[in-house]
């Protein structure tokens, strides 16, 4: 009979994806533990919020059931990355830390999570996406880098769980040539033109839409963060420099922003929600010109990797190409290869939501687990 073996998990994050993946958890936590050929048992030692911190001093297990109430109880501040990683360090056996937030001061801290042993899975771009510096820094580092810490994945910062990551390093390390990557990177920017703008007519107002795109959770905390195209301009770094680009920045390229320059200086998210539909008639404007030409408009974004050539912004289609006849949340990728020539592998479906996100998080975890046995 072999040992059991026990891993530490500690997440940072509990909304949208980070509620679902904590339901996920609890799935593949009951199912690992009950298997009698290798049972592992999965330890949740800290969660926490920006202001709410659950952990365990002595690192026995916190119950996976309860973890709402318990937060919610919780009367303790989070603590700093540099605490959390001193704290993780000192752990009795491995750790993985799931961070399902979009804060770059803990991505900022990959390193020194890495550098100490502890594996990250995450659906956070910012750590992939910022400066050059930064994933450098990562992936030398991490033992699926050229270093000897932890572990890092982060399927679900590009196309939510959607297979796109792990196609793309596939392609690239069996000694494919990526030419070219294109299509709708942003669950968000999908949703609203497919319901503001659907092929065939109609569709609501594009403030409307905006709103409810927040509420079912597509967008980023800050909406206006999907809105100026940094979201997709993100995912297109990420791509680009799996693709073998050196692209410096997602603001390194022509980004197109769909915010008004007059609520540029909205000091909230909410402000700018509020404000938003004075400018519908500016959008409205925009559709009814693409229908005269009948066309639809849709947002976009390429990594022409010969070029090196990264954009991303407002295109129109006709209503019979694959990307006019996305639905809901939809994402399309398309990667033109050597080894696939003038027909692109395409992967397509949701590219937003806490579940399909949350699937992307446990996905990386399990790869985690199976490399850390
Ligand atoms: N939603 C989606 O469809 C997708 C999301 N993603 C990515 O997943 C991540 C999470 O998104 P989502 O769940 O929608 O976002 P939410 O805003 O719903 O949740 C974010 C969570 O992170 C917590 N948080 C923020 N900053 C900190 C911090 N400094 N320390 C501890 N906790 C913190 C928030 O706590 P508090 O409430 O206290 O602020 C909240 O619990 C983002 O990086 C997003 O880009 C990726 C693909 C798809
Ligand atoms: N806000 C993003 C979430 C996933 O990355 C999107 O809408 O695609
Ligand atoms: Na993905």
């Not at 909406?223 to 990420?238: E, S």
């Amino acid at each position: 009979m072999p040992l059991p073996k026990q891993i530490f998990i500690a997440v940072i994050g509990a909304g949208g994806v980070g509620r679902c993946f904590l339901n996920q958890l609890h799935h593949l936590a009951s199912n690992l533990c009950q298997n009698p050929a290798a049972p592992t048992y999965l330890s949740l030692i800290l969660l926490s919020t920006s202001k709410k911190l659950l952990h365990s001093p002595d690192y026995r297990s916190l119950h996976l059931g309860l973890w709402e109430e318990e937060l919610a109880a919780s009367g303790t501040p989070a603590l700093s990355p540099t605490d959390l990683a001193d704290y993780l360090a000192n752990a009795p056996s491995k750790v993985v830390l799931v961070d399902n937030t979009s804060n770059q001061t803990l991505a900022d801290a990959y390193p020194l999570f890495l550098k100490k042993g502890i594996s990250i899975v995450t659906p956070n771009k910012k750590a992939f996406s910022s400066s050059y510096l930064l994933w450098k820094s990562i992936f030398s580092a991490a033992a699926n880098g050229s270093g000897a810490g932890g572990y890092v994945f982060h399927e679900s910062s590009v196309g939510a769980g959607l297979p796109v990551i792990c196609t793309l390093k596939e392609l690239v390390e069996t000694g494919d040539e990526v030419r070219k990557i294109e299509g709708v990177f942003s669950g968000t920017m999908s949703f609203l033109f497919n319901s503001f703008m659907p092929v065939g007519g109609g569709g609501g107002s594009f403030s409307a839409e905006v709103k409810r795109a927040k509420e079912l959770g597509y967008t980023e905390p800050d909406p206006r963060d999907d809105l100026n195209g940094l979201d997709v301009a993100r995912k297109l770094t990420i791509l680009a420099r799996l693709a073998g680009l050196e692209v410096e920045s997602p603001t390194s390229f022509p980004v197109q922003s769909l915010i008004p320059k007059e609520l540029e200086g909205c000091k909230s998210g909410d402000e700018f929600l509020e404000r938003l539909s004075e400018f519908d008639g500016k959008m409205e404007k925009l559709k009814k010109e693409a229908v005269t030409e009948g066309k639809v408009v849709r947002f976009v974004g390429s990594v022409d990797v010969a070029k090196k050539d990264v954009k991303v912004g407002l295109e129109k289609f006709d209503v019979s190409h694959p990307i006019a006849a996305l639905k809901g949340s939809d994402n399309i990728i398309s990667f033109y290869t050597k080894r696939y020539g003038d027909n692109p592998l395409i992967i397509q479906g949701a590219g937003a939501g806490g579940e399909v996100t949350a699937m992307g998080v446990t996905g990386d975890l399990i790869k985690v687990l199976r490399l850390l046995h």
